[in-house]
């Protein structure tokens, strides 16, 4: 997507991003005329959006534009480099400075004293961990039992024995706003901050196996 350029190769040299420079993301078309990046969403499935003022976001008005290309004209977006999954930033004009909201309903080690591991990533290391294909864990039913990687303690803390559980979820409902789902501890958790019987919210991209009879 980027044509090679020496600015261009010392912006790659200095990137800070985990992904890849010429990765595709949203930006609307008043964004890509030069109006400034006001609203900034990385989706819980990676993607990342652009947003002016106008936050106009018909299909019409998205264009995809590499994540090098959107840095190289919008410097103050490298401050957004660790932006979590399912995070929004907003651009505060009076402090000048990006405000960070957290854009999703999923625990966090804030909010609930644990958070949900990404078992697809966590597969990438664990070899006893293995994800369902993606076509099964976003058509999961009402009533599926789902193991879940639950993580106590907080998701910037190095790692350590004992910090989390596989635990089996029910599901109890879909939520197809923001592409999950609803479901009920069907365990009783070594850790007290989760209990079963607790509902947590969940993404596919938790799903860590799916029981089954056989």
């Given at each position: 997507m980027i044509n090679p350029?020496h600015?261009?190769?010392?912006l ?11 990765t595709a993301c ?10 400034p990046v006001?609203?900034?969403?990385h989706?819980y499935?990676?993607d ?6 106008s936050?106009d976001?018909t299909?019409s008005s998205v264009?995809?534009?590499?994540l090098?290309?959107?840095v190289?004209?919008?410097d103050?977006l ?8 399912g ?5 505060n004009?009076g402090a000048r400075?990006w405000d960070r909201f ?6 966090t080690f804030?909010?609930?004293g ?8 966590l597969a990438r290391?664990l ?6 294909p993606?076509e099964v864990?976003?058509?999961l ?22 910090q989390c559980?596989r ?8 939520d ?5 789902y609803?479901?009920r501890?069907?365990?009783h958790p070594?850790h007290?901050a989760?209990?079963h ?11 860590a196996?799916?029981y089954?009879?056989?």
């Open positions: 350029t600015s261009e190769d010392k790659t040299a200095a990137w800070q991003f985990p992904d890849a420079p010429d949203y930006a609307t078309t008043d964004v890509m005329n030069g109006a006001q609203q900034v969403y989706d499935d990676g990342w959006q652009f947003h002016g003022a936050h976001d299909a264009q995809i534009v590499s090098a290309e959107m190289k004209h919008h103050l490298t401050d957004l480099h660790d932006l979590p999954y995070w929004r930033a907003q651009w004009d400075n957290k854009d999703h309903p999923f625990p804030a909010d609930h644990y958070y949900l591991e990404d078992a697809v990533w290391y070899t006893d961990i293995q994800p369902p993606a864990r976003e058509h039913g009402i009533a599926c039992h789902v193991k879940i990687v639950f993580r106590f303690a907080p998701e910037e803390a190095d790692r350590g024995d004992d559980e635990l089996w979820v029910e599901v109890t409902a879909i197809q706003q923001n592409d999950g609803l479901g501890i069907d365990n070594h007290a989760a209990r019987g607790d509902l947590v919210s969940f993404h596919s991209l938790h799903v196996g799916l089954s009879k056989e």
